[in-house]
């Protein structure tokens, strides 16, 4: 009876049926291992199955539950805690534990470490050493990091210490939950229920920071409120310090420079005013009492409105100086950021910071550092390095780089940022002759400041993959990596954290790295090619709005980036224009007087030029410019095609994020191609270089695209 | 030279180091499916060993792998996928594959089931059999939840049909991510990255819903924005559609009134008005070629500031029935909700709503239903039930529910809302004589209707844990399991839960059911004890603010519901006050209209009684608010001690965010109590009984509290 009526066809995606294997879903990032292949396995195991890490710090019991987590996961088999020196173990020691260590920790600091194959006693061990327990944390990291991604474990001989001291993460993250420019998710600080939860997202946050070398976190918008200053936010403040204490995180704070006036009702904010010093010295304080190692100020003050030390007609010195005072007693810093233009000022925008702060060179005391943008716009796809690096040698200076792609496709692009930081880090300033890279500028060598950092603003949000994708992942990795050490490659970077984040196989790592290496120049084409910049629509940054031109402020408008207008297009800043090109040492201000000698791909950015130019192709600019716009839009067309290729090696869960980001990417890079070439055509009025199709839609149409709800708008 | 280095104490918590086990986050919700202990996984593998469930729909396959994944899950072993019938197979069948089932399935409908055990050419099997795919679906997640509930799955004799046909879900989710009154993050609808990008969460939040027989949800806010009925919305919409259709669950929006102006530019939304009614035609057609089974409408109008066809001197009705029209050449219906009170109408607000409806009996098209909240304030921790249900027998009224907790507690407290559901739904409305309960008003019994439904307010976010809390989840679950069936107890529904969620070992069950069982009266007592109502602070409705007296509108000041003055407390809402208790059939309106005779637990809520006015118990009013204040305290301090002793019985994650928040609770609960007592106090000017401790703070303090990042404000 039955049997007859079975006539089906059994489709059931076994896939979906394994409620008791872990979803790829991301949220283990690049920590996640995974069971290794046979040959791999066996060699972790071989030098892995015996931990020795005396010491019961809670860093101690990180770096020991970490490289069980890991050991256990890529080999199936559980690690011995043991005190028994024995074959295969890994050892790890400080010279409080070791006094007579077989090698030398000089010149390691208290973060770095080394590793080295040895013998004990007749016996194999891998040392991991450091001259305290943080270095220990990241050695063990590190040394997982070759495991994970397949790599020999003997005869090691590594020995790694940050080149910059701190190395933040920028959380612009509201009281309320929101994120500014955030793309994944909400804020991960559920500040409502701190300090009483803390839910196990914390320490997870911590690990995969500490897993890349990050030190350091603001935790809210440098568009900050008073109430992160008053005591229940202090105390959720230091809950937060509590879980990331153990992994070598420390807490800094955004404040609102009119907090005095604002939760206490002073009269004034004025830097000099004692009542105004002796309400922040009261502060630091109480801060500290809550939070012990508390890192320090992050302030933003006049600037987009913000208030500061200008409404008094002080200066950004006077200011921090002031909240370094109060920080002073404590060992804390004030990160003051130079990213400041107003709106009564009608020079150059880019030009704005350089003429405000190069005159304080030197003003600054010696627990102040200056934030400044990796360029002098507003993190653009691709901006000329900022001029004030190289420009104020007696004052620290401080990356902000931005990880959060508010400028570069937003959470769904796929545009891997490596290449951008390297393109920055690895820029000569000339400021003190060719080598002067601003990489040297950041990490202190080049004019021997002590006090060193790097930020980035972070990517990460309460999507379960952290980051909104899981190639956005790989930002907030290389940041840290090159943050640690700023002569890391791109190309490196992308490699390690592909094997770590896909699988160490070749077949996955060399197309995804080759699609990650050119995927941030794609979106340059796409958006902004020769050196266009801030075209995006306005507010929310997503898509493109070069027409828009009506807005209060002149720099609010694109047409004031891109100046494009019958005869051509692009921001003369050459001695005809705003002559910004004088803010950078001689060497580049020459080089950048002349189209000629400008690097294509900042043309604009220096020059306005005739849409006929002739560029090194000997194509004119306007045709060039549209190859350009395709050229991006192919890119993308390749990345999906490579992608696809992988289907067969991705899980499907990843794959299927990826592929459909992907799509997304290419009909949005579409519509920036036809859109910036339906308004720039308007302008030049000159035909389409053969071989090139007319955008679709009216450019009408494409500036009725209205986008009421975008994401991360403030 | 090593082992003399080892002194060091062992304190790795092997717990947080089994990379591979699943966290205990919440997110399985009640759908853990866990291995099982050997007894039952022995009894689930005898009669789920082989899954014989013919149909290659999206349904059957829904309902195939949930029993794979369930039956895995509790035994380990993965059942076989059969067409051969054998000895413990599990047979899904219906009509249309198996013609002579031996089962009548009249009466069942399409959502219907029945479970029997029975013989099928000598072999021991189950039959699920149902009308349709449907049935079998909702009959495989009843098996299931016996299987995980430990019950016999022999001698099975099942029957069940959902009572209510509209089982729904209302968000109010926003379309920029956020949530009105939303305390678990923000809304798990990703709308930036719809339609494309289709996140595993929606398929498991249909089968969470379908798991417990909800059948629909309103996916946005009722306040509104016109821009969820725009193309881009609506393919949005279309998309999640797609992700819920194979388990049965429609979808639904709320719209805004005023869409045809705010969209295309219309003069008027008259619903007289030929174009208005033409423009919503056209809407409906759009919608319905992009979502064949789009739901309806629902319909927040005239109320809060929302427009509505009043505001064009026409009636509910007649806006209702214009929507109406354009539905239902398609199936459609629209919900018109009767939570509505006008800030120029000086009558008591609990009257409003039935002012304005009562009268518009009989004149609602058929395919429209009123919305009804369960009371006529909205949402208190008790009201009695909304004088609507049992005065419009010609209208099919839908009661709608809150299943999150606005004022209840929010995220943190433990406030079990079975028992809220129970006590409405069982409510005697003497309508039509005794027995007339608001349940069979709401099922249809009661008046005939054939459109009967109930709504739950969704109190789902992006957290993990998707409710805020793992109890918080109990409260969704017991909606849909007394959607289902009105008569289901709340008693039952927590055992149920709480076997399904924790264990079904008894010694687990019986406490977490007592704590949950009483924990909604807790918060009574410590909130609005004795009948009071909605002195909550005032917005964010977080905490008490029983002293608010300056907000513009008289109905927005907690004042205005509790009436406390020198002489005594109390809304009069008797003949000699608003008389709303005419709203209600005759012997109620009579019992209601003495204090003598009203229940004790309604009495401010009806009368205005001197401080002084003797309780059942004896002793003065006063004292009995004092006392109940305690008793609430007190109730939270016993679920305190109660989960301690479970420490051994539930895992780390789980036992510890419960124990944080139960924390969290009893510090709340003795705010409320404190601050309430301070105020009262200072009204009454009465000495507290003997034994009651003073507020620690002074009133003024209480006053002062200020949480402008409470979550969930609009």
């Known amino acids: 009876m039955i049997a007859r009526l079975f006539c089906w066809m059994m489709a059931v995606a076994l896939a979906s049926l394994t409620p008791l294997a872990r979803a790829e879903d991301g949220y283990d990032l690049w920590l996640r291992y995974m069971r290794a292949d046979a040959a791999t396995s066996a060699r972790i195991a071989a030098h892995g199955q015996v931990i020795a890490a005396p010491g019961d710090s ?13 050991i256990t996961g890529l080999t199936g088999a559980t690690p011995t805690l043991s005190n028994i020196v024995a074959p295969g173990a890994l050892w ?7 006094p007579a260590l077989p090698l030398k920790l000089e010149g390691l600091g ?59 993460l920028n959380h612009w993250d509201n009281l309320d939950g929101t994120v500014e420019r955030g793309y994944s998710g909400s804020s991960i600080w559920d500040w409502w229920r701190l300090p009483d939860w803390k839910g ?67 009269k004034t904010a004025d830097p000099l005013d004692p009542t105004v010093a002796a309400w922040w010295k009261a502060k630091a304080d109480e801060i500290y009492k809550a939070i012990p190692d508390f890192g320090g100020f992050l302030v933003k003050a006049n600037s987009e409105g913000q208030p500061g030390p200008q409404d008094y007609k002080r200066t950004h010195a006077d200011g921090a100086n002031m909240l370094a005072a109060a920080m002073k007693p404590h060992g804390g810093i004030v990160m003051w950021r130079a990213f400041v233009y107003a709106h009564d000022n009608p020079d150059d925008r880019a030009k704005q910071a350089y003429a405000d702060f190069k005159p304080l060179d030197g003003q600054f005391a010696d627990n102040v550092i200056v934030q400044v943008k990796n360029g002098a716009i507003d993190f653009q796809p691709r ?18 780089f931005q990880i959060t792609k508010e400028y570069l496709g937003q959470s769904t692009h796929l545009t891997y940022l490596g290449p951008l930081f390297e393109e920055t880090l690895k820029s ?121 031109s009506e807005l209060a402020r002149p720099e609010w408008n694109p047409v004031y980036y891109h100046k494009a207008d019958a005869t051509g297009i692009g921001f003369d800043r050459t001695k005809s224009g705003s002559n910004a090109i004088a803010q950078y040492a001689p060497p580049l201000a020459k080089r950048f007087a002349d189209p000629r000698t400008t690097p294509e791909r900042d043309l604009l950015w220096f020059h306005h030029l005739p849409w006929g130019y002739r560029l090194a192709s000997g194509e004119t600019l306007w045709d060039g410019m549209v190859h350009r716009y395709d050229r991006g ?22 794959f299927a994020q990826t592929q459909t980001f992907l799509a997304i990417q290419q009909r949005e890079a579409q519509w920036w191609r036809d859109a910036s070439i339906a308004y720039f055509q308007s302008i030049a009025r000159r035909p389409l270089p053969a071989g090139a199709a007319s955008p679709p839609e009216s450019l009408e149409a494409y500036k009725m695209r209205k986008f009421p709800y975008a994401p991360g708008n403030p």
Chains 1, 2 share one sequence.
């Open 58 to 70: 809670a860093t101690m019991q990180a770096a020991r539950n970490e490289l069980l987590r890991g």
């Open 383 to 400: 901006e000329p390095f900022h001029p004030l690096f190289g420009a104020m040698s007696r004052t620290p200076l401080m990356m902000e």
């Open 110 to 168: 208290q973060e770095g470490y080394a590793i080295r194959s040895i013998r004990v006693e007749g016996k194999p061990v891998t040392l991991i050493a450091a001259q305290g327990e943080m270095g220990l944390l990241h050695g063990a990291f590190h040394w997982l990091r070759l495991a994970q991604s397949g790599a020999a474990l003997d005869a090691m001989d590594i020995r790694s210490a940050p080149r910059i001291g701190l190395r933040l």
């Open 633 to 654: 839009v192919a890119y993308v067309a390749g990345m999906r095609a490579t992608w696809e290729g992988l289907r067969p090696m991705v899980d499907g869960e990843r």
């Open 92 to 98: 790890l020691a400080t010279p409080r534990t070791a």
């Open 200 to 266: 196990p997202r914390y320490a997870d946050y911590a690990r995969a920071n500490a897993s890349i070398g990050i030190n350091g976190t603001v935790l809210n918008n440098v568009n900050a409120k008073s109430d992160s200053l008053t005591a229940p936010y202090i105390a959720k403040a230091a809950a937060l310090a509590d879980v990331f204490r153990p992994y070598g995180i420390k807490v800094y704070l955004s404040v609102k420079w009119t907090a005095p006036m604002e939760l206490d009702g002073l």
């Open 428 to 548: 000569d300033t000339f400021a003190k002759g060719k080598g002067s890279t601003v990489a040297k500028v950041i990490d202190g060598s080049l004019d021997g400041h002590r006090l060193t950092g790097i930020a980035g603003v972070a990517n990460i949000g309460t999507d379960r993959d952290w980051s909104g994708s899981i190639f956005n992942q790989a930002d907030w990795y290389a940041f840290g990596r090159m943050a640690w050490n700023p002569d890391l490659t791109a190309d490196a970077v992308a490699r390690e954290w592909t094997a770590l984040t896909f699988t160490p196989d070749k077949a996955v790592v060399e197309p995804v790295v080759a699609m990650m290496m050119g995927s941030r120049e794609a979106a340059v084409d796409y958006m902004t090619p020769l050196g266009l910049a801030h075209v995006m629509d306005t507010g929310h940054h997503y898509g493109p709005g070069p027409w828009v």
